[in-house]
């Protein structure tokens, strides 16, 4: 997959170019990029095939706490995430999903990490890979209280700020950069 054209201001507003492909991140400067790698069981690597990429971000609000949700009442906590399909702009899926599920519109203020997981049989013959790209985020508007936003979608089941992760949490590639 190649980064497509940019076509000028997105309504969704971030400040980044398109990113379709993770891969593009590998040689940019400043882009902490990095590679896992695994020989797994082939049903592994069948199940890592079909699952998608994924797109986060790390808020912080004045104070230090890191916003964290949960999707479903069944969900682990952690930073918001977002999947993203094949030619899907990962600036634009985390933007998105904040704006749906939280209520914030969120400025994206840097790429923190990028995770490329590359796995494949004993013999090779199957392989997959799964990205993971980490932003930075500000709320455009300065306002960092959860109560005083409205989703624009299905809303997640909580929200909140955290000044560690909580014991049940799931750590995103790169969560560890937004805790002090």
């Not at 400043?30 to 695994?38: A, F, L, N, Q």
């Not at 799964?130 to 409205?150: I, Q």
Request: proline share 6%; glycine share 8%.
């Amino acid at each position: 997959m190649a980064d497509s054209d940019y076509s000028g201001e997105d309504p969704r507003s971030t400040a980044f170019e398109p990113i379709t492909d993770y891969e593009s991140l590998r040689d940019r400067d400043g882009v902490p990029y990095h590679e896992d790698s695994d020989v797994v069981d082939e049903a592994v690597v069948d199940q890592v095939a079909d699952l998608a990429d994924l797109a986060a971000v790390g808020i912080t609000n004045p104070d230090g706490d890191l916003l964290c949700r949960r999707l479903t009442d069944t969900c682990s906590w952690k930073l918001p995430v977002a999947t993203v399909g094949p030619d899907e702009d990962f600036a634009a899926a985390i933007v998105d999903h904040v704006r749906e599920t939280i209520g914030f519109d969120v400025e994206l203020e840097s790429i923190e990490t990028v995770l490329d997981v590359d796995l494949r049989t004993e013999d090779g013959k199957k392989t997959a890979s799964r990205g993971f790209v980490t932003f930075a985020g500000t709320p455009v508007s300065g306002n960092y209280d959860l109560e005083a936003v409205t989703p624009n979608g299905d809303p997640v089941e909580e929200a909140g700020w955290f000044d560690e992760l909580p014991d049940d949490a799931d750590e995103i590639p790169g969560t560890e950069r937004f805790l002090e």
